[in-house]
């Protein structure tokens, strides 16, 4: 059968989320099993199709699905519709099947109300895909199918949940036929927390895949050119051993990638972090959510504050970025939190701080407690917002209240970054010299072209990604920061300096293309128009040396 999985659209833009633009990694594990199973399989992007319908129609009529498959979580359900209505305009033949965590906690509310869903998939995929396709396939009735959800007449039916697979290696690998960078070790979370809706989806189990499984997945990834992976387990330090295995791994086989990841404050040691970035991990993301333990506790979170200052502490130590999230709007929130917050912010000095509404999901132990205190029902999710906030529900919250805490603490964090910076500390690790290096010129190229170029005085800025540079030749040569620092040097004036600078990086890295080009431009500044010209014309290949091997060319002539 022909099949087509599709990842729908949000109803608002959230370009800045490489965790919600991508396509879900549980897609191509479902995808994956279905091509081994005899079916012609096509996974489709359809995020940023919010406002071009169109392409999605030529898609559903050029490959003229069988079954579309829509990954739904709740705040893209009505892109999820859409696209159901979609399929159903261009073939009304196709059968429409909804599936992902937002559906399997809204399956009745999908299908009460929207008659172009045929039918829900609750939970994991891989093996009740293909029980429904055989069932559709054989005319058979729908009841035995695990995992379903349908209509039988006028009645919504739940047939049973299949066992979860118990061995996740098991699984064909989605690298055979798809391209990702999205992987994971492990499915599932150990933790409670009210907002979240894994440890009911997972029902608080948690497998794993064992570690020479996933570096061969990404080992086949790189080998198409993939560099940079997002290892997407809620809290992929949970086992150490398992960890410090992977990591092993990828540095036996060679595998020059980088890598980011998610984890608990509590799940983090010197070791673990030391192999991590020797691995090529470069940022690590915890779920700080307050700074107050009282809205912690409310939370369910478990952590403590000598927790995650320790984490936040050796993570930075040890040549990586570690994220915050930070979740504002809660119950029990109040001008003493957020101070708390903010203090507790400026005491652990996040490189990277995200700030997010407290959000009500259905799944969540905290949609259970919004459903009693406020009478909420599924009717709810029939409003056009992408989102249920709790403080749309909370009495003793307001908007602009809710709002300006988010301000202050979104105000604050921006204020107190470069004095993070200058107070950067690494460990006394010679091994890890040149992932330090690597460390300090990532950064300093996001304070000199990339997220931060722009929030910051030029003066500011460029004194921060100046200082990083230099930081990072201190810890051993680097072509990110010999570039910088020479564009940097050039940029101000001193042409000189620049030249010496891209001179000794291009003397180290022979083969980078940027270095060259950059010197180029540098040795014409200071009137060496032949110099230049003998590492211009290595590039001809390059369209943007073109212009500047022309310019040398007539200097020479008529010099």
């Known amino acids: 059968m022909k099949i087509l999985l599709a990842y729908p659209y949000f109803q608002q833009d959230r370009a800045e989320d490489e965790n919600v633009v991508a396509i879900p990694i549980g897609v191509y594990y479902v995808a994956a099993t279905l091509v081994e199973a005899g079916h012609d399989v096509t996974v489709a992007n359809w995020h940023g199709l919010r406002d071009k319908p169109e392409v999605m129609e030529k898609e559903l009529r050029e490959i003229a699905p069988d079954i579309l498959g829509v990954t739904v979580f709740t705040a893209n359900r009505w892109g999820a519709v859409q696209a159901a209505r979609m399929a159903k305009k261009v073939n009304p033949k196709t059968t429409v099947v909804f599936g992902g965590i937002g559906a399997t906690f809204l399956a009745h509310f999908f299908l009460d109300r929207f008659q172009v869903v045929d039918c829900v998939l609750r939970g994991e995929g891989e093996l009740a895909f293909p029980a429904l396709l055989q069932a559709i396939k054989d005319g058979t009735s729908l009841a035995h199918v695990p995992n379903l959800s349908w209509r039988d007449g006028k009645q919504v039916c739940d047939n049973p949940c299949a066992p979860f697979v118990s061995d996740l290696d098991s699984l064909p690998d989605p690298a055979k036929y798809f391209t990702f960078k999205h992987v994971i070790l492990s499915r599932g979370c150990p933790g409670k927390c009210i907002f979240c809706g894994s440890p009911r989806f997972w029902e608080g189990r948690v497998r794993f895949h064992s570690p020479a499984y996933l570096v061969r997945q990404i080992e086949r990834l790189s080998s198409r050119g993939i560099r940079f992976f997002y290892v997407s387990d809620d809290t992929f330090t949970l086992r150490r051993e398992m960890v410090l295995e992977f990591c092993r791994l990828l540095q036996e086989r060679g595998l020059k990638v980088q890598w980011q990841a998610i984890s608990r404050v509590d799940r983090v040691d010197e070791e673990t972090l030391a192999a991590m970035r020797a691995a090529g991990c470069v940022q690590i993301s915890y779920g700080v959510e307050s700074g107050s333990p009282e809205i912690r506790k409310t939370l369910r979170k478990n952590t403590t504050d000598k927790q995650i200052r320790r984490a936040f502490d050796l993570t930075t130590r040890y040549g990586m970025v570690a994220r915050a999230y930070i979740i ?13 917050s903010r203090r507790f912010l400026h005491s652990i000095r996040p490189l990277v701080a995200l700030f997010h509404v407290l959000t009500v999901l259905p799944g969540t132990e905290l949609y259970d407690r919004a459903c009693r205190e406020f009478g909420v029902t599924d009717d709810v999710w029939n409003m056009d917002e992408e989102d249920l906030l709790w403080f749309d529900l909370d009495p003793a919250l307001e908007f602009k209240q809710v709002h300006d805490w988010g301000t202050r603490l979104k105000r604050a964090q921006h204020e107190a970054l470069p004095e993070y910076v200058e107070q950067l500390e690494v460990a006394e690790e010679p091994r890890l010299y040149p992932a330090f290096a ?16 722009e929030n910051y005085p030029q003066g500011t800025r460029d004194h921060l990604a100046e200082r990083l540079f230099r930081r990072a030749l201190q810890y051993g040569a680097d072509p990110k920061a010999s570039l910088g620092l020479g564009m940097l040097l050039h940029r101000h004036g001193h042409h000189s300096e620049a030249v010496s600078e891209l001179e000794e990086g291009l003397r180290q890295f022979p083969n980078e293309p940027n270095l060259r080009l950059c010197l180029g431009i540098a040795l014409m500044n200071v009137g060496r128009f032949k110099a230049a010209l003998s590492h211009l014309e290595k590039l001809r290949a390059f369209p943007q040396a073109q212009p500047y091997i022309q310019q040398c060319r007539e200097a020479v002539t008529h010099h």
């Not at 950064?443 to 990339?450: A, H, R, S, V």
């Open 328 to 340: 504002y709007g809660n119950p029990g929130e109040c001008e003493a939190t957020i101070e708390q």
């Open 438 to 453: 690597d460390f300090f010129s990532r950064l300093g190229m996001t304070f000199d072209q990339g997220d931060y170029a």
